[in-house]
């Protein structure tokens, strides 16, 4: 099956670059590599909802923030003070807490990480589709502008509130322990294992994807997005397909944003940033809006790129300078460009 | 709260309030003629004060702003030139990325020109501790600059469309491409005339704010989401709603700062740029079925 | 009654498209409305479908009242129609153009389709192969993998029919199936309309092409400038004074 291709050459290369690090001793591009995984897979989620939907979305980062800080904030937070309310102890006998010690040896009481996974993703899908909602009715630049406005409010508010530390954001986030042996933190010891497990995490996805964007879902997708009126005219309730790959592609962000947090020990404000959801939508239109694989592999390389500092202070003008190239002269996407057809472009006169 | 109060929370509302304002006739008078939404416009505002700033080292301050705001004329002019005028009926997703890649661009550029620091231009008049006594509230003289300056350029504009051949040629563009151009008016020249006209109101807008609000690298991006939703809530197109609107979201802001923690003040607007798009994205002023046959 | 249309009218600020018009169409019967270009043909059908609301008067599609329904929910109830400016999705063949057709008469939703679960993907070859036997219906199988906007223009149109078709409707709106189609190709779609009305579609279509519409319809409606002129079978309508003086001048209707 052709169609199984790249994922196998996307596993087989995930194993051959790992062993290349400890043939040559680079075991320290593991890092940045995992992390890429991870922003992948807000990548690909967002490629979903923008190529395939055909829904802009400018705030992305946003439901990154989310799943991060909500993650962080409640595996941090010292819940000690909190230990007669009813809520909270009902929340300990189900056994959703852990209890520690901080650094002066006085008990304190934390929410384990997979509890606070799943809050902070029912969250997001609660969020999600309140948003969606009414935002998914707008077109064009209204819809632009309200996830930009989206992305922004998130990131105005972990950026203001005591809470989410301010400017500063959250640190000293525990590992989040999956199976006996296996979690995600940054714990040296576990590099390999993180790294596999991140990007194990992300051919899942790319399989999920690649099955429903050739199943009869993606059909429609791709209908709504070729000509909406006439599809909800065949029977098919356009608003709730939009809605709902809205909520997955806000979610898979949001599961990126948990597991980056737990690996990186900590989330800041920018990475709910503006400048982090641009970043998202430049890839996704570098590798082709509707190329799934296409925005895997430019969002890789580029990551890549930037988590090592190739492109030093001018990370940011970089990828702005991106998405104006892209869209000026490829807006198919860098594999769908003829050079012959570009060059007349530029030298027919306009209108 | 005291009336002095009101009058210095009023005063403030209407200063951003009118800035707002001039942003949002900026995104009005290019969407108007093109049917763009340039999320750039907040940049031109920074790049006007930024570069007074810069000029005024060597000149005396009304040559400073005058020749920045020239400059920042012809960066609009670049713009248009460079990025949008050999495109070919593009979409609507692809303008929106294009103009908010130049944004980007524009702001990565003056925060490597210079730098990360906080700039102002000098007081017009006096200086920071000078204050003159209006509504019962003492505010510095500045302010009354920024509310006449803009005052005077709105109503230039609202003359220019009106009386002006150039005004009128641009207001045909805006309802007919095709009937203007068969009238034999070059859309061409007037899609770069309507950006180097926001570019120059944005501009001088900047500079006449700088003392009071200081010009940063990065302050055009929440400019432009202001006067975006300053553009909406009046309804896109319309100068005058604009006004109204800015001083409406001005005064809403300033007062809000009474009840919520200033961090918070930005998600104040947002707030109620969502608000507007998710329950009357045609705005305050606008018609529902006119807007509805606009395209976006 | 398969679709009734009661007093329906519709106004676009000051244009009155349609006004008072009221007719049914009978369960298996082909019916035409015709009239002269701006009478309100196509706004009737966006009525009907449920593109547009109207702003009064109701519609009922087998006894229910669809004129407040959604689209997808009118097409759901069995109502499928086609547009006179072609609509179907670029860069996606002709194959799967007409598989969007089956999407409401199947099941496979965002887990199922993600998991690629066994009865999925029974279901997905169901619906290739019910696809293919509409193509090749209309004589045109081996353009299943073309990609759809780049077929000639009678292909597409058959390719759209077909997408209507997958949609296994009770009722069939067709708009102008003969616009753009030379004498023979017009007359293979008379034929196609009468071997699916022959299957118990209903079908209610707009043409201008009088041989098709006289050739194959049960009943016509005549509208001008928005009211129903005239109903009845083809042979009254074509002596209808009314319907030629619409048509073609005062004078003729004399004679």
Same mark, same amino acid.
């Given at each position: 099956?052709?169609?199984?291709? /790249?994922?196998?050459?996307?596993?087989?290369?995930?194993?051959? !670059?790992?062993?290349?690090?400890?043939?040559?001793?680079?075991?320290?591009?593991?890092? /940045?590599?995992?992390?890429?995984?991870?922003?992948?897979?807000?990548?690909?989620?967002?490629?979903?909802?923008?190529?395939?939907?055909?829904?802009?979305?400018?705030?992305?980062?946003?439901?990154?923030?989310?799943?991060?800080?909500?993650?962080?904030?409640?595996?941090?937070?010292?819940?000690?003070?909190?230990?007669?309310?009813?809520?909270?102890?009902?929340?300990?006998?189900?056994?959703?807490?852990?209890?520690?010690?901080?650094?002066?040896? !006085?008990?304190?009481?934390?929410?384990?990480?997979?509890?606070?996974?799943?809050?902070?993703?029912?969250?997001?899908?609660?969020?999600?589709?309140?948003?969606?909602? /009414?935002?998914?009715?707008?077109?064009?630049?209204?819809?632009?502008?309200?996830?930009?406005?989206?992305?922004?409010?998130?990131?105005?508010?972990?950026?203001?509130? /005591?809470?989410?530390?301010?400017?500063?954001?959250?640190?000293?986030?525990?590992?989040?322990?999956?199976?006996?042996?296996?979690?995600?933190?940054?714990?040296?010891?576990?590099?390999?294992?993180?790294?596999?497990?991140?990007?194990?995490?992300?051919?899942?996805?790319?399989?999920?994807?690649?099955?429903?964007?050739?199943?009869?879902?993606?059909?429609?997708?791709?209908?709504?997005?070729?000509?909406?009126?006439?599809?909800?005219?065949?029977?098919?309730?356009?608003?709730?397909?939009?809605?709902?790959?809205? !909520?997955?592609?806000?979610?898979?962000?949001?599961?990126?944003?948990?597991?980056?947090?737990?690996?990186?020990?900590?989330?800041?404000?920018?990475?709910?940033?503006?400048?982090?959801?641009?970043?998202?939508?430049?890839?996704?239109?570098?590798?082709?809006?509707?190329?799934?694989?296409?925005?895997?592999?430019?969002?890789?390389?580029?990551?890549?790129?930037?988590?090592?500092?190739?492109?030093?202070?001018?990370?940011?003008?970089?990828?702005?300078?991106?998405?104006?190239?892209?869209?000026?002269?490829?807006?198919?996407?860098?594999?769908?460009?003829?050079?012959?057809?570009?060059?007349?472009?530029?030298?027919?006169?306009?209108? | 709260?005291?009336?002095?109060?009101?009058?210095?929370?009023?005063?403030?509302?209407?200063?951003?309030?009118?800035?707002?304002?001039?942003?949002?006739?900026?995104?009005?008078?290019? *969407?108007?003629?093109?049917?763009?939404?340039?999320?750039?416009?907040?940049?031109?505002?920074?790049?006007?004060?930024?570069?007074?700033?810069?000029?005024?080292?060597?000149?005396?301050?009304?040559?400073?702003? @005058?020749? &920045?705001?020239?400059?920042?004329?012809?960066?609009?002019?670049?713009?248009?030139?460079?990025?949008?005028?050999?495109?070919?009926?593009?979409?609507?997703?692809?303008?929106?990325?294009?103009?908010?890649?130049?944004?980007?661009?524009?702001?990565?550029?003056?925060?490597?020109?210079?730098?990360? @620091?906080?700039?102002?231009?000098?007081?017009?008049?006096?200086?920071?501790?000078?204050?003159?006594?209006?509504? @019962?509230?003492?505010?510095?003289?500045?302010?009354?600059?920024?509310?006449?300056?803009?005052?005077?350029?709105?109503?230039?504009?609202?003359?220019?469309?009106? *009386?002006?051949?150039?005004?009128?040629?641009?207001?045909?563009?805006?309802?007919?491409?095709?009937? &203007? #151009?068969?009238?034999?008016?070059?859309?061409?020249?007037?899609?770069?005339?309507?950006?180097?006209?926001?570019?120059?109101?944005?501009?001088?807008?900047?500079?006449?704010?700088?003392?009071?609000?200081?010009?940063? *690298?990065?302050?055009? #991006?929440?400019?432009?989401?202001?006067?975006? #939703?300053?553009?909406?809530?009046? @309804?896109?197109?319309?100068?005058?709603?604009?006004?109204?609107?800015?001083?409406?979201?001005?005064?809403?802001?300033?007062?809000?700062?009474?009840?919520?923690?200033?961090?918070?003040?930005?998600?104040?607007?947002?707030?109620?740029?969502?608000?507007?798009?998710?329950?009357?994205?045609?705005?305050?002023?606008?018609?529902?079925?006119?807007?509805?046959?606009?395209?976006? | 009654?398969?679709?009734?249309?009661?007093?329906?009218?519709?106004?676009? $600020?000051?244009?009155?498209?349609?006004?008072?018009?009221?007719?049914?169409?009978?369960?298996?019967?082909?019916?035409?409305?015709?009239?002269?270009?701006?009478?309100?043909?196509?706004?009737?059908?966006?009525?009907?479908?449920?593109?547009?609301?109207?702003?009064?008067?109701?519609?009922?599609?087998?006894?229910?009242?669809?004129?407040?329904?959604?689209?997808?929910?009118?097409?759901?109830?069995?109502?499928?129609?086609?547009?006179?400016?072609?609509?179907?999705?670029?860069?996606?063949?002709?194959?799967?153009?007409?598989?969007?057709?089956?999407?409401?008469?199947?099941?496979?939703?965002?887990?199922?389709?993600?998991?690629?679960?066994?009865?999925?993907?029974?279901?997905?070859?169901?619906?290739?192969?019910?696809?293919?036997?509409?193509?090749?219906?209309?004589?045109?199988?081996?353009?299943?993998?073309?990609?759809?906007?780049?077929?000639?223009?009678?292909?597409?149109?058959?390719?759209?029919?077909?997408?209507?078709?997958?949609?296994?409707?009770?009722?069939?709106?067709?708009?102008?199936?003969?616009?753009?189609?030379?004498?023979?190709?017009?007359?293979?779609?008379?034929?196609?309309?009468?071997?699916?009305? $022959?299957?118990?579609?209903?079908?209610?279509?707009?043409?201008?092409?009088?041989?098709?519409?006289?050739?194959?319809?049960?009943?016509?409606?005549?509208?001008?400038?928005?009211?129903?002129?005239?109903?009845?079978?083809?042979?009254?309508?074509?002596?209808?004074?009314?319907?030629?003086?619409?048509?073609? $001048?005062?004078?003729?209707?004399?004679?």
């Amino acid at each position: 099956m052709t169609r199984h291709l /790249p994922l196998s050459l996307l596993i087989l290369a995930v194993i051959a !670059v790992q062993l290349l690090t400890r043939w040559t001793e680079t075991a320290y591009y593991l890092t /940045p590599l995992t992390m890429t995984a991870y922003y992948s897979l807000v990548i690909v989620g967002l490629c979903l909802l923008m190529g395939y939907a055909g829904q802009i979305s400018l705030g992305h980062a946003g439901f990154f923030g989310i799943g991060g800080y909500l993650s962080a904030m409640l595996t941090t937070k010292d819940l000690m003070a909190f230990k007669e309310n009813a809520l909270i102890a009902l929340c300990d006998k189900l056994g959703l807490l852990v209890h520690g010690q901080d650094m002066l040896g !006085v008990s304190s009481l934390q929410m384990q990480p997979w509890a606070a996974c799943i809050c902070a993703i029912l969250v997001t899908i609660a969020v999600a589709y309140a948003i969606g909602i /009414p935002v998914l009715k707008l077109k064009g630049h209204y819809l632009a502008m309200a996830t930009l406005g989206f992305g922004i409010i998130v990131y105005r508010l972990a950026l203001a509130s /005591p809470l989410f530390g301010e400017a500063d954001g959250i640190s000293g986030v525990p590992g989040f322990p999956l199976l006996p042996g296996l979690a995600v933190s940054g714990d040296f010891s576990s590099r390999i294992s993180n790294y596999y497990l991140a990007w194990g995490m992300l051919a899942f996805v790319m399989w999920l994807l690649g099955n429903l964007i050739h199943s009869r879902v993606g059909r429609a997708l791709r209908a709504i997005h070729g000509a909406e009126a006439a599809t909800n005219a065949m029977g098919i309730d356009t608003a709730r397909y939009k809605l709902n790959t809205f !909520v997955l592609s806000a979610v898979l962000a949001s599961i990126a944003g948990i597991f980056l947090t737990h690996y990186n020990g900590g989330i800041g404000p920018s990475e709910a940033g503006i400048m982090k959801s641009v970043r998202y939508v430049a890839i996704v239109a570098i590798g082709g809006m509707a190329n799934l694989w296409g925005a895997l592999v430019m969002g890789a390389l580029l990551n890549i790129m930037s988590l090592r500092g190739m492109f030093g202070t001018y990370d940011d003008a970089v990828f702005g300078a991106i998405l104006i190239i892209i869209m000026l002269f490829a807006p198919q996407g860098l594999l769908g460009i003829s050079l012959s057809a570009t060059v007349k472009r530029i030298f027919r006169r306009g209108e | 709260m005291t009336l002095e109060l009101f009058s210095q929370y009023l005063l403030a509302g209407i200063t951003y309030g009118i800035i707002y304002a001039i942003v949002g006739i900026g995104f009005n008078i290019i *969407y108007n003629t093109t049917g763009i939404i340039n999320f750039a416009q907040g940049e031109f505002v920074m790049l006007g004060g930024m570069t007074a700033i810069s000029l005024h080292q060597w000149l005396p301050l009304p040559l400073a702003i @005058g020749a &920045a705001v020239i400059l920042v004329m012809l960066i609009g002019a670049l713009v248009e030139i460079l990025f949008i005028r050999w495109l070919d009926r593009p979409s609507v997703l692809r303008m929106i990325i294009i103009t908010i890649g130049i944004s980007i661009l524009i702001r990565e550029a003056a925060l490597h020109v210079w730098g990360e @620091g906080v700039r102002s231009l000098p007081y017009f008049v006096g200086n920071e501790i000078t204050t003159v006594q209006v509504l @019962g509230a003492r505010v510095s003289p500045q302010v009354l600059w920024v509310i006449g300056v803009c005052a005077v350029m709105v109503l230039g504009l609202s003359l220019f469309f009106k *009386y002006t051949l150039q005004g009128k040629k641009m207001q045909a563009c805006a309802s007919n491409r095709m009937a &203007a #151009t068969l009238c034999g008016i070059s859309t061409r020249n007037m899609v770069t005339l309507s950006f180097m006209l926001s570019a120059g109101i944005g501009a001088l807008a900047g500079c006449v704010m700088s003392p009071i609000t200081y010009t940063q *690298y990065d302050i055009g #991006t929440g400019l432009a989401i202001k006067g975006f #939703t300053v553009a909406i809530l009046g @309804g896109l197109g319309s100068s005058m709603a604009a006004v109204a609107a800015g001083l409406l979201l001005g005064i809403i802001e300033s007062f809000s700062v009474s009840v919520v923690p200033l961090a918070f003040q930005d998600a104040i607007s947002i707030s109620l740029l969502l608000a507007i798009l998710f329950f009357r994205p045609h705005g305050l002023f606008g018609n529902k079925d006119a807007a509805g046959l606009k395209e976006f | 009654m398969l679709l009734e249309v009661n007093n329906l009218s519709r106004r676009f $600020g000051g244009l009155q498209a349609l006004s008072d018009v009221s007719f049914s169409v009978r369960q298996g019967m082909i019916k035409a409305v015709i009239g002269p270009n701006g009478a309100g043909k196509t706004t009737l059908f966006n009525l009907i479908s449920g593109t547009l609301p109207p702003s009064s008067g109701t519609i009922h599609f087998k006894g229910q009242a669809i004129h407040t329904l959604p689209p997808f929910r009118i097409a759901r109830l069995g109502m499928a129609r086609t547009y006179q400016n072609i609509k179907l999705y670029p860069g996606m063949t002709a194959l799967e153009n007409v598989m969007v057709g089956c999407h409401c008469r199947s099941r496979a939703g965002f887990l199922a389709g993600m998991l690629s679960l066994p009865w999925t993907q029974k279901e997905e070859k169901n619906i290739r192969g019910k696809c293919l036997d509409l193509l090749a219906l209309l004589d045109i199988a081996d353009l299943a993998e073309v990609e759809a906007t780049s077929l000639a223009f009678g292909q597409q149109r058959a390719v759209e029919f077909a997408r209507a078709l997958a949609m296994e409707p009770e009722l069939l709106l067709l708009d102008e199936p003969a616009a753009g189609l030379n004498i023979y190709e017009t007359a293979e779609v008379a034929r196609l309309i009468s071997k699916i009305n $022959g299957q118990g579609i209903t079908v209610l279509l707009v043409e201008h092409d009088m041989s098709l519409v006289m050739d194959i319809s049960h009943e016509i409606v005549v509208l001008s400038f928005g009211e129903k002129i005239a109903e009845g079978d083809p042979a009254s309508i074509q002596r209808n004074k009314e319907v030629i003086r619409i048509y073609l $001048g005062e004078d003729d209707a004399e004679g």
